[in-house]
């Protein structure tokens, strides 16, 4: 079965929904107001078709709270005077949002080894499509170029840089005070870059995460992996106040949604974090390594990214697998480094079954790499 991906605009008359195809079991709905994301509407298709008054009514009694409190924050932020017996939910769905004036944003996309061309023009296109009135897009290949990805970037009208470190030449070539990175799997919504410029006015963030949904939803494996991948779905504003391993990397992070202060990538890190592939265990890195320097990290539900999940059943799988390794090693990584925290390291990890499995089978692996190191030691000894 397949879940139908679509969104409400509340700013805009809602329409009718009518039943789908019977191969479809659900429509999943992205409620959004002046295209802030409020939550989802999940809705069977045995209980279509709904008239656009039922349809009201049910976000209305499933998202009552955010609707308020935006309407409230845009009245605060606004400045206007409010005289006794104003409707401010009527008021704020009224009332124009400010315009601002916001710097130069450098957005990199990262290539991987294999890389599908198709999504790739999608997601400069998707690009091209941003509110942010000022941003440059760099395309950054770690190795050899694939074939037809010049002329793609041509078409998207983004500077392209290839061969070694190519992620670390691309952060030094950019010219935004913060650096946005996606993949070629990704497809940025509108809001995505205006919503990073209004999250980082407070010197002290270093990074800024958002969360990631799924384009589509129509075969087997985008299911898998959609049940299995822990994306972050949240659709609350969050910043971490010098709590080091708060930070939960199963629902927080990922590397074709994640934003960092150049200067931070630049002087705070060094090349080692980008001399491979850049992917969820270097994001983690770097994360943690804006803690524990004393930065902030904070998460904004404007700043949100659509994703191409892999199709293929085994491909899902194979994703997860490596995802699960990668969050595995950080956890390592980060319990070798702090031993005082490790109990509440491995807290975090509990809520990912897959996760503890990986680090279970890889600490298995290691104590089976010394012994038979130790083994080949003992036999060199005894030969001499």
Not at 100 to 114: K, T
Not at 284 to 304: C, D, I, Q, S, T
Not at 332 to 338: D, H, S, T, V
Request: aromatic share 10%; charged share 25%.
């Amino acid at each position: 079965m397949s879940i139908k991906i679509t969104q409400i605009e509340l700013s805009k008359p809602l329409k009718p929904l009518r039943r789908l195809d019977f191969q479809i079991s659900h429509v999943w709905a992205l409620v959004r107001l002046d295209g802030e994301p409020l939550g989802w509407l999940k809705i069977q298709n045995e209980q279509l078709p709904l008239s656009a008054r039922e349809v009201g009514e049910m976000i209305a009694k499933e998202h009552t709270w955010p609707i308020y409190e935006h309407g409230l924050r845009k009245l605060l932020d606004s400045g206007l005077g409010l005289s006794p017996g104003t409707n401010l939910i009527d008021q704020s769905l009224r009332h124009t949002p400010i315009k601002r004036d916001y710097p130069l944003a450098s957005v990199i996309v990262y290539l991987p080894y294999e890389v599908e061309i198709s999504h790739l023009a999608a997601c400069l296109e998707a690009l091209q499509e941003q509110d942010h009135p000022n941003f440059e897009v760099i395309l950054a290949v770690n190795g050899t170029l694939p074939a037809g990805v010049n002329q793609i970037a041509e078409r998207g009208r983004a500077q392209l840089i290839s061969g070694t470190n190519a992620f670390y030449r691309a952060v030094q070539e950019a010219r935004g005070e913060f650096v946005s990175l996606t993949g070629a799997a990704a497809m940025p919504d509108k809001s995505w870059l205006r919503g990073v410029a209004d999250a980082v006015d407070n010197p002290t963030v270093a990074a800024i995460g958002g969360p990631l949904f799924p384009f589509d939803l129509w075969t087997q494996g985008q299911i898998i992996f959609e049940n299995h991948a822990k994306r972050p779905y949240w659709f609350v504003r969050y910043y971490n106040y010098d709590q080091l391993f708060e930070l939960s990397p199963e629902n927080f992070g990922t590397p074709l949604n994640a934003s960092f202060r150049r200067s931070f990538l630049l002087e705070e890190c060094n090349n080692d974090f980008f001399a491979l592939d850049f992917g969820l265990k270097q994001m983690l890195h770097l994360y943690y390594r804006a803690l524990k320097r004393g930065f902030m990290v904070g998460y904004e539900p404007n700043a949100l990214v659509w994703e191409h999940y892999p199709e293929q059943e085994a491909a899902a799988w194979k994703q997860l697998e490596r995802e699960n390794i990668e969050r595995a090693e950080f956890l390592a990584m980060a319990a070798r480094a702090n031993p005082g925290y490790r109990k509440v390291l491995l807290q975090k990890f509990r809520q990912s079954p897959a996760t503890k499995k990986t680090l279970v089978r890889l600490g298995l692996r290691e104590v089976q790499r010394r012994l038979k190191l130790r083994g080949e030691h003992a036999g060199r000894s005894q030969s001499n």
